[in-house]
């Protein structure tokens, strides 16, 4: 098994559309390919939007979960 | 064609929350493969507030989405794009007229309705914050930042005397209705707004 490690984070706590899927935009890419980015929200929209977003883009959704009312994303660059 | 844009580094509450600080590059590279990448051009008309808004989401959301997006701004369009700084726009008295009713600049955007001389607006704004949503001017920043071309349109920049050192950083240069309809007609999807 391998660990990778996360290479950037967004915090999109609080924000609402579109901000979670632009900040993640913006700061992916500063990232290499493969790097993770791990995005926290809490706009309930967000999940369609990032499954939405990682089709159009490419980019992997790794992970999509939630935790009480926040929700994460584990995004790896293409 | 090509443009030499300088893009407008972002006000550090934009940017809370990002670990890297944001690189400022040219557009993301071209989807490898052969997937082809979606265009999208808006044309901006109209310069009031409920729709400066929608314009501005629509094209920051499908940059970050990695569409090749172009807005092109037309009469009250065109004042989303005027400096915060400049009060009046016009060089003739008509001219001046028109920006005294209509103050330039994003920032002074109107609704179309419940304007109340600025109290409906200013309560949009209010909730807007208080709800996270970001401000048509802080959503168009982004745009540029993720490569969103910003382009005038001639005919109303010289309608209403305003000059390119009157408009914001990073504005192409002012082109005619051939040249959008150019843009719009190659364009996977075009929006009037």
Known sequence: MTVQTIAARVDARGLSCPLPIVKTALAIRGLASGDLLEVLATDPGSTKDFTAWSTTTGHTLVESSVDGAVFRYLVRRK | ??????????????????????????????????????????????????????????????????????????????????????????TNWMQKMLAMMNRPGIDHARLSKL????????????????????????????????????????????????????????????VGAAAALELITNADASLFI
């Open chain 2, 1 to 90: 064609m090509t443009a030499t844009l300088t893009r407008p580094a972002l006000p550090p509450a934009l940017t809370e929350g990002l670990d890297d600080p944001l690189p400022v590059t040219e557009a993301a590279p071209a989807t490898e493969g052969a997937v082809k990448t979606k265009e999208l051009v808006i044309v901006s008309e109209s310069g009031d507030l409920e729709r400066t808004w929608a314009t501005t989401i629509l094209a920051s959301t499908a940059a970050a989405g990695e569409m090749k997006v172009s807005i092109f701004f037309t009469f009250w369009g065109l004042f989303s794009l005027v400096r915060p700084e400049v009060r009046v726009t016009g």
């Open chain 2, 115 to 174: 304007n109340f001389a600025g109290m409906g607006p200013w309560m949009m704004k209010k909730l807007a914050r208080q709800y996270g949503v970001a401000e048509p001017r802080e959503l168009l920043e982004m745009a540029q930042a993720l490569g969103v071309r910003l382009i005038p349109c001639q005919m109303s920049m010289d309608m209403m005397g305003i000059s390119p050192d009157q408009l914001i950083d990073g504005v192409e240069p002012a």
